[in-house]
């Protein structure tokens, strides 16, 4: 997988890298609820056990990432760019960086 690259340059908001975490503890609340529902409706009910909405027990926006951004080709060069003139020293070490930057970026 080294040579894999995105196809649409969508990444997520913040410095997150994954929300697995949150899903984790999301999915064990409603998993619990779910269980306490079933348990408290009768067996004869058949209307008794409706699934929640994910807003009832979740907000999105309380998890790691808080949306997803498109990155154009033209942001990352820039990007790439400004850091390389940062951290470079010479002429060389810039594009060599900046490139190893952009293949960064364009990365799983």
Known sequence: MSRSTRKTPIRGITTCRSERDD?????RRWRA???TA??????ND???TL?????????VWCMGKDGHLYW???RQKRM????????GRGRK????????LRHKFMGK
């Open 93 to 100: 070490e810039r594009k060599a960086l900046e490139a190893r």
């Open 23 to 27: 899903k984790q503890i999301w999915h």
């Open 72 to 74: 154009s080709a033209d």
């Open 80 to 87: 790439a760019r400004r850091f390389a003139r940062r951290q």
């Open 38 to 43: 079933l348990a408290s409706t009768p067996l």
């Open 51 to 59: 699934p929640e909405s994910v807003k009832q027990l979740s907000d």
């Open 46 to 48: 058949e209307d008794g």
């Open 33 to 35: 609820h779910q269980r």
